[in-house]
Protein backbone atom coordinates (compact mmCIF):
# COMPACT_ATOMS: atom_id res chain seq x y z
CA UNK A 1 0.00 0.00 0.00
CA UNK A 2 1.33 3.41 -0.88
CA UNK A 3 -0.30 6.97 -0.02
CA UNK A 4 0.97 10.11 -0.77
CA UNK A 5 -0.35 13.65 -0.50
CA UNK A 6 -0.24 15.99 -3.43
CA UNK A 7 0.31 19.72 -1.94
CA UNK A 8 -0.80 22.97 -3.67
CA UNK A 9 0.44 25.82 -1.38
CA UNK A 10 -0.84 28.67 -2.85
CA UNK A 11 -4.60 27.14 -2.28
CA UNK A 12 -3.55 25.27 0.40
CA UNK A 13 -5.43 22.13 -0.80
CA UNK A 14 -4.46 18.52 -0.22
CA UNK A 15 -5.52 16.07 -2.44
CA UNK A 16 -4.26 12.28 -1.88
CA UNK A 17 -3.26 9.26 -3.99
CA UNK A 18 -3.52 6.06 -2.74
CA UNK A 19 -2.32 2.35 -4.79
CA UNK A 20 -2.47 -1.19 -3.81
CA UNK A 21 -0.93 -3.79 -6.32
CA UNK A 22 -1.22 -1.20 -9.09
CA UNK A 23 -4.77 -0.19 -8.80
CA UNK A 24 -5.10 3.58 -7.80
CA UNK A 25 -7.68 6.26 -6.21
CA UNK A 26 -7.22 9.68 -6.11
CA UNK A 27 -8.68 11.97 -3.42
CA UNK A 28 -9.66 15.34 -4.32
CA UNK A 29 -7.89 15.94 -7.44
CA UNK A 30 -7.27 19.97 -8.58
CA UNK A 31 -8.10 21.19 -11.86
CA UNK A 32 -5.26 20.39 -13.93
CA UNK A 33 -4.40 15.98 -14.58
CA UNK A 34 -1.01 16.51 -15.49
CA UNK A 35 0.57 15.94 -12.01
CA UNK A 36 -2.06 12.94 -11.67
CA UNK A 37 -1.07 11.38 -14.74
CA UNK A 38 2.45 11.74 -14.28
CA UNK A 39 2.26 9.43 -10.87
CA UNK A 40 -0.01 7.39 -12.66
CA UNK A 41 3.04 6.76 -15.23
CA UNK A 42 5.95 6.94 -13.02
CA UNK A 43 4.31 4.12 -10.84
CA UNK A 44 2.68 1.97 -13.72
CA UNK A 45 -0.25 1.99 -11.63
CA UNK A 46 -4.23 2.26 -13.19
CA UNK A 47 -6.88 4.81 -11.80
CA UNK A 48 -9.92 2.68 -10.53
CA UNK A 49 -11.26 5.68 -8.60
CA UNK A 50 -12.09 9.22 -8.26
CA UNK A 51 -13.27 10.27 -5.06
CA UNK A 52 -14.60 13.67 -3.93
CA UNK A 53 -15.25 13.99 -0.17
CA UNK A 54 -17.76 17.28 -1.50
CA UNK A 55 -18.32 20.09 -3.79
CA UNK A 56 -15.99 21.97 -3.21
CA UNK A 57 -15.75 26.01 -3.40
CA UNK A 58 -12.47 27.34 -2.59
CA UNK A 59 -11.57 25.45 -6.33
CA UNK A 60 -12.70 23.62 -9.46
CA UNK A 61 -11.76 20.28 -9.05
CA UNK A 62 -10.37 18.38 -11.57
CA UNK A 63 -12.44 15.15 -11.41
CA UNK A 64 -14.20 15.49 -14.30
CA UNK A 65 -11.54 15.40 -16.75
CA UNK A 66 -9.44 13.31 -14.85
CA UNK A 67 -12.40 10.47 -14.63
CA UNK A 68 -13.01 11.03 -18.19
CA UNK A 69 -9.54 10.76 -19.26
CA UNK A 70 -8.53 7.78 -17.29
CA UNK A 71 -11.78 6.00 -17.83
CA UNK A 72 -11.85 5.66 -13.53
CA UNK A 73 -15.13 5.42 -11.42
CA UNK A 74 -16.13 8.79 -10.59
CA UNK A 75 -17.64 8.68 -6.99
CA UNK A 76 -19.73 11.04 -4.29
CA UNK A 77 -20.61 10.50 -0.93
CA UNK A 78 -24.44 10.31 0.57
CA UNK A 79 -27.28 12.79 -1.04
CA UNK A 80 -24.41 14.38 -3.53
CA UNK A 81 -26.91 15.39 -6.74
CA UNK A 82 -24.10 16.13 -9.51
CA UNK A 83 -25.42 17.25 -12.93
CA UNK A 84 -23.16 14.50 -14.76
CA UNK A 85 -22.39 10.76 -14.52
CA UNK A 86 -21.15 9.51 -11.20
CA UNK A 87 -21.81 6.78 -8.73
CA UNK A 88 -23.12 7.82 -5.65
CA UNK A 89 -22.10 5.63 -2.26
CA UNK A 90 -23.81 4.59 0.68
CA UNK A 91 -22.93 5.20 3.69
CA UNK A 92 -20.40 2.78 5.33
CA UNK A 93 -20.13 1.46 1.38
CA UNK A 94 -16.45 -0.05 0.84
CA UNK A 95 -14.54 0.10 -2.15
CA UNK A 96 -11.45 -2.57 -3.00
CA UNK A 97 -8.27 -1.25 -4.09
CA UNK A 98 -5.59 -3.72 -4.91
CA UNK A 99 -5.52 -5.40 -1.20
CA UNK A 100 -7.15 -2.57 0.77
CA UNK A 101 -10.12 -0.75 0.47
CA UNK A 102 -11.82 2.60 0.96
CA UNK A 103 -14.70 3.35 3.15
CA UNK A 104 -17.18 5.84 2.38
CA UNK A 105 -18.51 7.73 5.89
CA UNK A 106 -20.76 10.33 5.53
CA UNK A 107 -20.24 13.38 7.57
CA UNK A 108 -22.75 16.33 7.26
CA UNK A 109 -21.48 19.49 8.27
CA UNK A 110 -19.57 21.58 6.22
CA UNK A 111 -22.21 20.48 3.58
CA UNK A 112 -24.60 17.97 3.06
CA UNK A 113 -23.01 15.71 0.92
CA UNK A 114 -19.67 15.80 2.84
CA UNK A 115 -17.99 12.75 3.23
CA UNK A 116 -14.46 10.98 4.44
CA UNK A 117 -12.81 7.91 3.05
CA UNK A 118 -11.59 5.09 5.40
CA UNK A 119 -8.36 3.50 4.31
CA UNK A 120 -8.75 0.11 5.86
CA UNK A 121 -5.03 -1.93 5.25
CA UNK A 122 -4.36 -5.20 4.02
CA UNK A 123 -5.63 -6.58 7.37
CA UNK A 124 -8.61 -5.05 7.40
CA UNK A 125 -7.45 -2.47 10.16
CA UNK A 126 -7.92 1.16 10.06
CA UNK A 127 -5.11 3.05 8.68
CA UNK A 128 -6.20 6.47 7.92
CA UNK A 129 -9.10 8.41 7.12
CA UNK A 130 -9.12 11.39 4.35
CA UNK A 131 -11.51 13.89 6.28
CA UNK A 132 -12.06 16.28 3.36
CA UNK A 133 -13.44 19.30 5.04
CA UNK A 134 -14.85 17.92 8.00
CA UNK A 135 -11.75 17.63 10.34
CA UNK A 136 -8.36 19.90 9.77
CA UNK A 137 -5.74 19.56 11.83
CA UNK A 138 -6.44 22.18 14.77
CA UNK A 139 -9.85 22.96 13.25
CA UNK A 140 -12.89 21.84 11.92
CA UNK A 141 -15.00 22.95 8.26
CA UNK A 142 -16.97 25.93 8.90
CA UNK A 143 -20.93 25.14 8.57
CA UNK A 144 -21.91 28.54 6.97
CA UNK A 145 -20.95 27.47 3.13
CA UNK A 146 -24.50 25.32 2.78
CA UNK A 147 -27.08 27.55 4.37
CA UNK A 148 -30.25 27.56 2.66
CA UNK A 149 -33.82 29.26 3.67
CA UNK A 150 -34.70 25.71 5.82
CA UNK A 151 -31.35 25.64 6.96
CA UNK A 152 -29.28 27.80 8.90
CA UNK A 153 -25.06 27.32 9.61
CA UNK A 154 -26.72 25.95 13.41
CA UNK A 155 -28.16 23.80 12.10
CA UNK A 156 -25.42 22.23 9.77
CA UNK A 157 -22.61 23.13 13.02
CA UNK A 158 -25.15 20.45 15.08
CA UNK A 159 -24.85 17.77 12.04
CA UNK A 160 -20.89 18.58 12.14
CA UNK A 161 -21.20 17.55 16.08
CA UNK A 162 -22.90 14.38 15.16
CA UNK A 163 -20.13 13.33 12.15
CA UNK A 164 -17.14 14.30 13.93
CA UNK A 165 -18.87 12.38 17.24
CA UNK A 166 -19.95 8.78 15.42
CA UNK A 167 -17.76 8.79 12.48
CA UNK A 168 -14.07 10.38 13.19
CA UNK A 169 -14.02 10.38 17.10
CA UNK A 170 -14.73 6.48 17.24
CA UNK A 171 -11.46 5.50 15.41
CA UNK A 172 -8.67 4.50 17.47
CA UNK A 173 -5.97 7.22 18.16
CA UNK A 174 -3.26 6.12 15.41
CA UNK A 175 -5.55 6.42 12.70
CA UNK A 176 -4.10 8.51 10.27
CA UNK A 177 -5.92 12.28 9.76
CA UNK A 178 -5.18 13.57 5.57
CA UNK A 179 -7.25 16.78 6.00
CA UNK A 180 -8.38 18.76 2.78
CA UNK A 181 -6.80 21.50 3.76
CA UNK A 182 -3.87 23.78 5.37
CA UNK A 183 -3.08 26.88 7.33
CA UNK A 184 -4.77 29.91 4.40
CA UNK A 185 -7.25 28.04 3.65
CA UNK A 186 -10.52 30.18 3.74
CA UNK A 187 -12.87 26.54 4.82
CA UNK A 188 -11.84 27.04 8.30
CA UNK A 189 -10.67 29.60 10.83
CA UNK A 190 -8.06 28.28 13.19
CA UNK A 191 -6.31 25.47 10.73
CA UNK A 192 -2.42 24.35 11.80
CA UNK A 193 0.33 24.70 9.09
CA UNK A 194 0.71 20.87 9.93
CA UNK A 195 -1.15 19.14 7.18
CA UNK A 196 -0.68 15.37 8.81
CA UNK A 197 -1.84 14.57 11.81
CA UNK A 198 -3.47 11.34 14.29
CA UNK A 199 -6.80 11.09 15.66
CA UNK A 200 -5.40 10.84 18.93
CA UNK A 201 -3.61 14.12 18.81
CA UNK A 202 -6.76 15.72 17.30
CA UNK A 203 -8.67 14.41 20.29
CA UNK A 204 -6.11 16.31 22.41
CA UNK A 205 -5.35 18.97 20.95
CA UNK A 206 -8.27 19.98 18.80
CA UNK A 207 -10.45 22.99 20.25
CA UNK A 208 -13.54 21.37 18.81
CA UNK A 209 -12.98 18.03 19.88
CA UNK A 210 -12.47 19.05 23.15
CA UNK A 211 -15.36 17.65 25.62
CA UNK A 212 -18.33 19.73 25.01
CA UNK A 213 -22.26 19.90 24.40
CA UNK A 214 -23.81 20.11 21.00
CA UNK A 215 -24.74 23.84 21.72
CA UNK A 216 -21.13 24.45 22.99
CA UNK A 217 -19.94 23.28 19.65
CA UNK A 218 -22.47 25.07 18.07
CA UNK A 219 -21.50 28.20 19.96
CA UNK A 220 -17.42 27.96 19.39
CA UNK A 221 -17.44 26.79 15.84
CA UNK A 222 -20.07 29.57 14.69
CA UNK A 223 -18.37 31.87 16.44
CA UNK A 224 -15.82 34.20 14.57
CA UNK A 225 -16.26 33.12 11.12
CA UNK A 226 -15.23 35.44 8.82
CA UNK A 227 -17.15 36.12 5.21
CA UNK A 228 -16.37 33.49 2.83
CA UNK A 229 -14.81 34.86 -0.16
CA UNK A 230 -17.10 35.75 -3.06
CA UNK A 231 -15.85 33.24 -5.50
CA UNK A 232 -17.49 30.59 -3.51
CA UNK A 233 -20.60 30.02 -4.38
CA UNK A 234 -19.98 29.74 -8.31
CA UNK A 235 -17.33 27.46 -7.32
CA UNK A 236 -19.30 25.13 -5.74
CA UNK A 237 -21.71 25.50 -8.61
CA UNK A 238 -19.01 24.51 -11.50
CA UNK A 239 -18.16 21.91 -8.98
CA UNK A 240 -21.51 20.21 -9.13
CA UNK A 241 -22.87 20.94 -12.35
CA UNK A 242 -19.20 20.18 -14.53
CA UNK A 243 -17.47 22.51 -16.74
CA UNK A 244 -15.01 23.37 -19.63
CA UNK A 245 -11.94 21.13 -20.07
CA UNK A 246 -8.93 22.44 -18.71
CA UNK A 247 -6.57 22.23 -21.96
CA UNK A 248 -9.67 23.99 -24.06
CA UNK A 249 -9.60 26.83 -21.35
CA UNK A 250 -6.16 27.40 -21.12
CA UNK A 251 -5.92 27.24 -25.50
CA UNK A 252 -8.64 29.81 -25.46
CA UNK A 253 -7.14 32.23 -22.68
CA UNK A 254 -3.15 31.67 -23.55
CA UNK A 255 -3.62 34.29 -25.83
CA UNK A 256 -0.83 36.75 -26.71
CA UNK A 257 -1.92 40.03 -27.25
CA UNK A 258 -0.43 43.03 -29.70
CA UNK A 259 -0.30 46.35 -27.63
CA UNK A 260 -2.95 47.16 -30.09
CA UNK A 261 -5.44 44.35 -29.03
CA UNK A 262 -4.86 44.58 -25.11
CA UNK A 263 -5.39 48.26 -25.11
CA UNK A 264 -8.42 47.84 -27.24
CA UNK A 265 -9.77 45.10 -24.15
CA UNK A 266 -8.87 47.62 -21.85
CA UNK A 267 -11.33 50.35 -23.39
CA UNK A 268 -14.06 47.42 -23.83
CA UNK A 269 -13.57 47.21 -19.58
CA UNK A 270 -11.38 44.68 -19.15
CA UNK A 271 -9.33 44.76 -15.89
CA UNK A 272 -5.79 44.96 -16.19
CA UNK A 273 -4.44 42.08 -13.43
CA UNK A 274 -0.12 41.98 -13.21
CA UNK A 275 0.63 38.86 -11.42
CA UNK A 276 4.41 39.77 -11.18
CA UNK A 277 6.49 40.40 -7.73
CA UNK A 278 5.42 43.49 -5.76
CA UNK A 279 8.92 44.22 -6.07
CA UNK A 280 8.44 44.79 -9.58
CA UNK A 281 5.27 45.92 -9.87
CA UNK A 282 6.52 48.56 -7.24
CA UNK A 283 8.85 50.12 -10.06
CA UNK A 284 6.21 50.22 -12.87
CA UNK A 285 3.11 49.29 -13.42
CA UNK A 286 0.35 50.53 -15.80
CA UNK A 287 -2.41 52.81 -14.61
CA UNK A 288 -5.52 51.07 -13.03
CA UNK A 289 -3.69 47.77 -12.88
CA UNK A 290 -4.43 45.24 -9.81
CA UNK A 291 -1.31 43.60 -8.30
CA UNK A 292 -1.87 40.19 -7.20
CA UNK A 293 1.57 38.22 -7.84
CA UNK A 294 2.30 34.85 -7.84
CA UNK A 295 4.50 34.29 -5.12
CA UNK A 296 1.70 34.44 -2.31
CA UNK A 297 -2.21 33.04 -2.58
CA UNK A 298 -2.52 34.16 -5.97
CA UNK A 299 -5.55 32.54 -6.94
CA UNK A 300 -7.77 33.34 -3.51
CA UNK A 301 -6.54 36.76 -3.60
CA UNK A 302 -7.84 37.03 -7.09
CA UNK A 303 -11.47 35.30 -6.06
CA UNK A 304 -11.56 37.31 -2.94
CA UNK A 305 -10.88 40.43 -4.77
CA UNK A 306 -12.06 40.21 -8.43
CA UNK A 307 -15.76 39.30 -9.73
CA UNK A 308 -15.83 35.83 -11.20
CA UNK A 309 -17.26 37.20 -14.25
CA UNK A 310 -14.89 40.32 -14.75
CA UNK A 311 -12.82 40.11 -18.04
CA UNK A 312 -8.84 40.41 -17.47
CA UNK A 313 -6.17 40.83 -19.55
CA UNK A 314 -2.38 39.92 -17.85
CA UNK A 315 0.63 41.61 -17.44
CA UNK A 316 3.06 38.84 -16.30
CA UNK A 317 6.86 38.67 -15.68
CA UNK A 318 8.65 36.21 -18.70
CA UNK A 319 7.72 32.75 -18.66
CA UNK A 320 4.65 32.97 -15.98
CA UNK A 321 2.28 33.18 -18.30
CA UNK A 322 0.69 29.65 -18.65
CA UNK A 323 1.06 29.56 -14.95
CA UNK A 324 -0.74 32.86 -14.24
CA UNK A 325 -3.91 32.02 -16.65
CA UNK A 326 -3.84 28.12 -15.14
CA UNK A 327 -4.15 29.34 -11.35
CA UNK A 328 -6.77 31.46 -12.16
CA UNK A 329 -8.50 28.47 -13.36
CA UNK A 330 -7.69 26.57 -10.49
CA UNK A 331 -10.69 29.12 -8.94
CA UNK A 332 -12.88 29.19 -12.06
CA UNK A 333 -11.78 32.55 -13.40
CA UNK A 334 -11.64 31.21 -17.21
CA UNK A 335 -12.45 35.18 -18.78
CA UNK A 336 -9.17 35.99 -19.86
CA UNK A 337 -8.58 37.77 -22.95
CA UNK A 338 -4.88 37.20 -23.11
CA UNK A 339 -1.20 38.62 -21.45
CA UNK A 340 1.14 41.53 -23.19
CA UNK A 341 3.40 40.07 -25.42
CA UNK A 342 6.65 41.62 -23.95
CA UNK A 343 4.61 42.53 -20.61
CA UNK A 344 5.43 45.82 -19.16
CA UNK A 345 8.56 46.59 -21.41
CA UNK A 346 6.48 46.52 -23.98
CA UNK A 347 4.29 49.20 -22.81
CA UNK A 348 7.26 51.46 -21.69
CA UNK A 349 8.99 50.78 -25.01
CA UNK A 350 5.43 52.70 -26.15
CA UNK A 351 6.42 55.39 -24.50
CA UNK A 352 3.25 55.27 -22.32
CA UNK A 353 3.68 56.59 -19.06
CA UNK A 354 4.28 54.09 -16.09
CA UNK A 355 3.54 54.61 -12.44
CA UNK A 356 5.59 53.47 -8.84
CA UNK A 357 4.68 52.79 -5.80
CA UNK A 358 6.83 54.68 -2.85
CA UNK A 359 8.04 51.95 -0.23
CA UNK A 360 9.74 52.33 3.11
CA UNK A 361 12.44 50.51 5.15
CA UNK A 362 10.57 50.06 8.37
CA UNK A 363 12.69 51.92 10.53
CA UNK A 364 11.79 55.01 8.57
CA UNK A 365 8.28 54.68 9.87
CA UNK A 366 8.18 57.01 13.21
CA UNK A 367 9.21 59.91 10.41
CA UNK A 368 6.23 59.44 8.58
CA UNK A 369 4.04 59.22 10.98
CA UNK A 370 5.99 62.72 12.66
CA UNK A 371 5.26 64.05 9.50
CA UNK A 372 1.65 63.71 9.58
CA UNK A 373 0.81 60.47 7.74
CA UNK A 374 -1.99 57.79 9.22
CA UNK A 375 -1.17 53.82 9.15
CA UNK A 376 -3.18 51.85 7.60
CA UNK A 377 -2.80 48.41 8.56
CA UNK A 378 -4.77 45.76 5.95
CA UNK A 379 -4.20 42.60 7.99
CA UNK A 380 -7.88 40.55 8.85
CA UNK A 381 -8.81 42.00 12.17
CA UNK A 382 -8.00 39.23 14.22
CA UNK A 383 -4.30 39.64 13.52
CA UNK A 384 -4.48 43.42 14.29
CA UNK A 385 -6.35 43.29 17.52
CA UNK A 386 -3.05 40.83 18.69
CA UNK A 387 -1.07 43.31 18.51
CA UNK A 388 -0.93 46.81 15.92
CA UNK A 389 0.53 49.98 15.67
CA UNK A 390 -0.95 52.43 18.01
CA UNK A 391 -3.10 54.71 16.31
CA UNK A 392 -3.18 52.94 13.30
CA UNK A 393 -6.53 52.65 11.44
CA UNK A 394 -7.43 48.35 10.38
CA UNK A 395 -9.02 47.81 7.58
CA UNK A 396 -8.62 44.34 6.26
CA UNK A 397 -7.17 43.68 2.49
CA UNK A 398 -10.89 41.59 1.86
CA UNK A 399 -12.56 44.55 2.88
CA UNK A 400 -10.71 47.76 1.42
CA UNK A 401 -12.52 48.03 -1.67
CA UNK A 402 -15.93 48.20 0.19
CA UNK A 403 -14.67 50.74 2.89
CA UNK A 404 -12.90 53.34 0.64
CA UNK A 405 -15.27 55.92 2.08
CA UNK A 406 -13.91 55.39 5.93
CA UNK A 407 -10.59 56.67 4.10
CA UNK A 408 -9.81 60.38 3.16
CA UNK A 409 -8.06 60.89 -0.44
CA UNK A 410 -6.34 63.95 1.07
CA UNK A 411 -4.81 62.54 4.16
CA UNK A 412 -1.46 60.78 3.68
CA UNK A 413 -1.20 57.02 4.77
CA UNK A 414 1.49 54.34 5.26
CA UNK A 415 0.16 51.18 4.71
CA UNK A 416 1.53 47.90 5.87
CA UNK A 417 0.37 43.95 6.40
CA UNK A 418 2.29 41.08 7.90
CA UNK A 419 5.20 40.59 5.47
CA UNK A 420 4.25 43.01 2.75
CA UNK A 421 2.42 41.39 0.05
CA UNK A 422 -0.69 41.98 0.69
CA UNK A 423 0.05 45.75 1.28
CA UNK A 424 1.02 46.10 -2.14
CA UNK A 425 -2.03 44.95 -3.20
CA UNK A 426 -4.20 47.32 -0.96
CA UNK A 427 -1.51 49.89 -2.45
CA UNK A 428 -2.43 49.51 -6.08
CA UNK A 429 -6.46 49.28 -4.87
CA UNK A 430 -6.04 52.91 -3.53
CA UNK A 431 -3.91 54.02 -6.43
CA UNK A 432 -6.65 53.07 -9.01
CA UNK A 433 -8.96 55.14 -6.70
CA UNK A 434 -7.47 58.52 -6.48
CA UNK A 435 -5.10 58.35 -3.26
CA UNK A 436 -2.24 59.78 -4.24
CA UNK A 437 -0.21 60.18 -0.86
CA UNK A 438 0.45 56.59 0.04
CA UNK A 439 3.60 54.63 1.48
CA UNK A 440 4.01 51.09 1.58
CA UNK A 441 5.97 49.34 4.41
CA UNK A 442 8.36 46.42 3.06
CA UNK A 443 8.54 43.85 5.21
CA UNK A 444 5.00 44.15 7.05
CA UNK A 445 4.12 44.15 10.62
CA UNK A 446 6.75 41.15 11.29
CA UNK A 447 9.70 43.94 10.48
CA UNK A 448 7.89 46.55 12.28
CA UNK A 449 7.42 45.30 15.60
CA UNK A 450 11.19 45.01 15.75
CA UNK A 451 12.04 48.89 14.85
CA UNK A 452 12.62 50.71 18.48
CA UNK A 453 10.27 53.13 19.43
CA UNK A 454 7.61 52.00 17.65
CA UNK A 455 4.78 52.05 20.08
CA UNK A 456 2.70 48.42 19.87
CA UNK A 457 -0.88 47.71 21.88
CA UNK A 458 -3.01 45.20 21.15
CA UNK A 459 -7.10 45.15 21.13
CA UNK A 460 -9.26 46.95 18.31
CA UNK A 461 -8.07 49.34 16.28
CA UNK A 462 -9.67 52.65 15.65
CA UNK A 463 -11.73 53.84 12.34
CA UNK A 464 -12.22 56.95 10.14
CA UNK A 465 -15.70 57.15 8.98
CA UNK A 466 -16.49 59.36 6.45
CA UNK A 467 -20.08 61.02 5.93
CA UNK A 468 -19.19 61.38 1.56
CA UNK A 469 -19.34 58.50 -0.49
CA UNK A 470 -15.96 58.29 -3.10
CA UNK A 471 -17.82 58.02 -6.68
CA UNK A 472 -16.24 55.36 -9.42
CA UNK A 473 -14.46 53.34 -6.87
CA UNK A 474 -12.37 50.79 -9.13
CA UNK A 475 -10.62 47.68 -8.21
Known amino acids: MYVEQLYTGCLAEAAYYIESKGEAAIIDP???TEPYLEILKKRGAKLKYVMETHFHADFVSGHLDLAKHTGAKLI????????????????????????????????????????????????????????????FIGDVGRPDLAVKSDLTKEDLAGLLYDSLQTKILPLDDEVIVYPGH?????????????TVSTVGDQRKFNYALQPMTKEQFIEVVTDGIAAPPAYFPENARINRE?????????ERNLNP???????????????????????????????????????GQYAVWVGSLIPIDRQLVLITEPDKEYESVLRLARVGFENVAGYLEGGVETWKKSEKAVRKVTSIAPEELLNYIDNGYGVLDVRRSTEAETEHVS????????????????????????????????????SSILLNNGFKNIINIRGGFEKIKNVEGVELIAGKCPTALRKEKLASLKL
Open 257 to 295: LSLKQFESAINNGALVLDTRHEDLFEKSSLRYSLNIPLN
Open 391 to 426: GAINISLVELGDRLDELDKNQKYVIHCAGGYRSMIA
Open 76 to 135: FGPTARPNYSSYIAEDGERFGLGDVEVQVLHTPGHTMESSTFLLKDEQGNDRAVFTGDTL
Open 30 to 32: MRE
Open 242 to 250: GYQNIDEVL
Open 182 to 194: GAGSQCGKNLSKE
